[in-house]
Structure formats: C-alpha cells, structure tokens
C-alpha cells in the first residue's frame, strides 16, 4: 500500500487523541458557558454542504427538518475544560457531569466537535466501559459458538503440533538407501503405531499419516515408481527428512499461539482445535438494543402517500453484529415520547442505538428523553458530511447512547462515528491501525467539515463512488469502505484515510454503475 506507513500513522493517531478529546470537551464546555447551560442544544447555521441538515426518519427519503450544526472550525473562546471524558474510571464520582438540556433548546445554540474528536471521546468511553465490565463479560464458549468473538486470554499450544511425525504427503516412506521393496499393507490416516522399518523397506502411505520409527524420508507418488518385481525406485535425489512433517515443527506444547485480544476467525478456529481446544475464553459480545422512531415509516411495500420504507432496520442489526455486538432487540417506537422515555429506562443493554429524532424539530424526542434520564452528553453534533446531528451520551453507569440521524448513509456515517470505536472497545477487539490511499479522482468537500465518501479499493487507487448523498445507500451498499476527506477536498492523487467496512467483497460485482467490479479482501 502506497503512502505513509501504518506504523507512522498509528503514531501520530496516538499523538493526536488526547489533543482531539480536549479540543471536544473545550467546544462543550464553550457552548455550555455561552449560552448557560449544559452541553447539547441545537445546531448554529453552518456552510451549506452536502445537505443533511435534519434528523430525518429512519428510512431511505425525506427527514424532519431541523437545525444545522455548525463546525468545529470555526472561532472559539478560550476556556478550561473539564469532563469526565478524562477519566477512565467510571465508578468514581464527578462534580463537573452535566446532564442533557430539559428544555427543546429552541434558540440554543452549540458548536459541533470534529469528526476525529468525536471518535477519540468515544474510543475512550467504550474503554471505561470495558474495564468496568472486567472479567465479568468473560465466557468461556464451545469452539461453534466463538467465530467473531475476542479472546480474553492467550491462546497456547495444549500439544505438539503435529503430535508426531506425520507424512506431508501421498507417496511411499522409505528407510535407507534406495530401491526398496514395497510391503504390501500401507498406512492409512488414523493408523496408531505402525511397525518400524528396516534399510531397504519401504511402504505406501497417506497424507497426515504416522510414520514409522527409523524412516528416512516420504517419496511423493509423482516422484517414484515401481517395476513388476515390487520395488521402488525414486525418479530424483531423495533428502533425509524429505516431505516429512517433524513433531512440534509448528509449535510446541505451551507455545503462545495467539494474544489475548485475537479476533476469532474461522482460522482461528482452526488453529485452536488443531491444538488441542474444545472451548475458548473470550469477550462476551457488548448487549445493543435498536430503537426506531419515525410515524412515516414501512416494514413492507411500495413507498405512497408520504410513507417511505424502513432501510434502518434492517441494515442496522446486521451491522452491529458485524461490529461485534449482540442485537438484543429492535423495537419501532414511531414519534412517541412516550414510548421512547419508557424503553430507555427499561433497557439493561451496554448500547442503545436510536435512528433519527436527533434535531430539535417538533418530534425529535432524543434530547428530551437524555434530559429526563439524567443522562451525559458526551458528542452532541459533529463536523462530519454526511451524519452530522449525530450524539453519544452516557446514560447510566455502565451504559451508552449513540443517537444516529434517521438518513441512511447519514447513519452509517455516525455507525462508524461514534458506535464503531466504542463497540470495538467493549468487545475487546484490536484497534485498527490507520492507512491511506490516493484517490484515483477528486473529491469536492465541504468548507468547514469532515467529509466521509463511500470508495471502491482498485489496485493501490481509492475510487470515489457516485451515489453518496445522506439519504442514499447505493454507493455504500458497493463500497470497500469510506474515505476520510478533509475540510476543502481532496484532489486526484492525494492520500486519504480508508475506514474499512466490516465486508469488502461485494459477489455480484455491482458497483453502482461507475467503479470497478474489484474487491480488496480485509
């Protein structure tokens, strides 16, 4: 891969966090003493972008009107911040905890936090909440039930790997000087102990078979062949130890295999059963409950009369999942206070992920709801195109809300925002490391704000994807991943940041109309 190293770019993402989580809570606690009140509130106006400046429904169209967000460029006072986003210690109290506006925050105004911000605040969040969870979120699972987990403890040999010596291949095991004269039983697969073998002797044996005590080296069936008397003659040079697989030539008992923090793969699975594991310890996967809302939403049929069809509720599960998250549940609340004040006191989920509402319209109930729960608003707005009215909030010890617009790729915008690095946290999975590729065609943005574009990866080239508008999803449904475009744009040629998508094959090879039918495998 072309430009900067992982190593170099994973340096400076270390460098840069701290800085980026003072630069959020400095914005909140700037919008906090402006206007006199805890941090949240609606959007100021902001440069027009790619026009996502409403809550939306959870759907595929139109939205509820609210506000636009303003950007974390703009000027700002000089204050000092404090927040509990400085600590990694949830159980220990805090003077300085705000908790959600009650009011509809109607003429309030905030300043939204960066799009790198923003994701520090709530990579460390998910971190607090991983270490309160402790080894309580441990569970030792059968080797079936582990694909996607996280190991909670390093994989180690249980045996020699192989056990025994075993034939690398189909052919004949020899001992001595050739020819040989060919017993007339072979060694199967399975077959314990065969019987030793003299000079000169040779047998027919399977691949992954034991080889007899003494041998000199396994003849592949296409390297040797036999006359009519029975003997076998080696068409090459034939070398001690040749195609012969030596006890713990993989590993011996004991070895670390693999760290804690390894992401179960089929492979993985693999390797532990050929290493002597029935079960594993892993990470529990973090509880998520979903919570609709909109009144103009379909589970079925054509889209009339100003109904649209649901593409949240679908789409959003499957991808929790793939983050590594347990959908508990997915309930359809409409525009119902009501309702969603109840369902949120009621959830015992480690994540609550609600779609659209996020505004401050005449039916986007999230910022009332946190308010009566006495929640923690720790992201409230981003500078990001599409996705920007998105928040993360704390709402009880323990337990996090990200609160996603209600336009489709505007939510998968504040999916891999703000949920993706929390999520990653509490399922105990590796952090990614950061990587760059030039873009194959230039890519407009937005003046102030962080711009986030579904790519297709060709070759060592990001290939932009028409298609990208905050209520579209046919760009994304082709994309490898999305490029992180900076304030301004980005020309042909210049190295952006890929976030990877939890898939990057796309079977039937459709792209949309305009990209490359290739797929990079993550």
């Known amino acids: 891969m072309s430009g900067q190293s992982a190593e170099s770019l994973a340096a400076q993402a270390r460098a840069a966090e701290d800085g980026a989580v003072d630069e959020a809570l400095a914005l909140v606690n700037e919008a906090r003493a402006a206007d006199g009140r805890g941090a949240g509130g609606a959007g100021v106006p902001g440069a027009a972008g790619s026009g996502d400046g409403r809550s939306g429904g959870a759907g595929s169209g139109t939205g509820r009107p609210g ?61 607090a909440a991983a270490a309160r969870r402790g080894t309580a979120a441990e569970r030792r699972v059968p080797l079936d039930r582990a694909l996607g987990l996280t190991l909670a403890e390093p994989l180690a040999a249980l045996s020699d790997l192989p056990s025994f010596d075993t034939s690398a291949m189909d052919g004949w095991v020899v001992a001595g000087p050739g020819p040989w004269d060919v017993r007339a039983e072979g060694i199967l697969a399975g077959q314990d102990r065969p019987e030793p073998l003299s000079d000169g002797e040779a047998v027919q044996i399977a691949t992954g078979a034991r080889v007899p005590r003494d041998a000199t080296a396994v003849i592949r069936s296409e390297h040797g062949r036999t006359d009519d008397k029975g003997r076998l003659f080696a068409l090459g040079d034939v070398g001690h130890g040749q195609d012969i697989r030596p006890r713990g030539q993989e590993c011996r008992s004991g070895d670390q295999l693999l760290p804690a923090g390894a992401l179960v793969t089929p492979a993985v699975l693999g390797l532990a059963a050929a290493a002597g594991y029935d079960e594993l310890l892993t990470v529990a996967r973090p509880r998520v409950e979903v919570f609709i809302l909109g009144d103009e939403l379909l589970t079925e049929g054509l889209p009339r009369e100003g109904l649209i069809r649901d593409a949240l509720g679908p ?54 709801t946190l308010s009566r729960v006495d929640a923690e608003l720790l992201v409230d707005g981003v500078a990001v195109r599409p996705g920007h009215p998105m928040l993360l909030a704390r709402t009880k010890e323990g337990q996090h809300l990200v609160g996603l617009p209600g336009n489709p790729l505007a939510a998968v915008s504040g999916l891999l925002t703000l949920a993706e690095p929390l999520l990653r946290m509490l399922a105990g999975r590796p952090e990614q490391e950061p990587y760059t590729v030039p873009l194959q065609g230039a890519v407009h943005g937005h003046p102030h704000d962080t711009r986030l574009v579904p790519v297709v990866v060709r070759g060592e080239d990001a290939v932009p994807l028409r298609y990208n508008g905050p209520a579209m999803l046919r760009g994304i449904a082709a994309a490898d991943g999305l490029a992180v475009v900076a304030p301004g744009g980005a020309k042909a040629g210049r190295e952006v940041e890929i976030l990877d998508l939890p898939w990057s094959w796309n079977p039937a090879g459709d792209d949309g109309g305009d990209a490359p039918t290739e797929r990079r495998f993550t």
């Open 67 to 127: 506000p636009e967000r303003g950007s974390a460029e703009r000027s700002r006072r000089t204050e000092p911040a404090t927040s509990t986003c400085h600590t990694d210690h949830p159980d220990q109290p805090d003077p300085t905890r705000h908790s959600a506006p009650s009011d509809q925050r109607t003429g309030s105004r905030h300043q939204a936090v960066s799009w790198s911000a923003a994701r520090a605040v709530a990579g460390r969040a998910g971190r």
């Open 315 to 368: 789409m959003l599960p499957a991808w929790l999942r793939a983050l590594g998250a347990e959908v508990t549940s997915v309930r359809r609340l409409g525009d119902d206070p009501k309702a969603l004040l109840k369902a949120v006191r009621a959830s015992d989920a480690d994540l609550i992920v609600t779609t659209g509402g996020t505004a401050s319209g005449p039916v986007d109930h999230v910022h009332p």
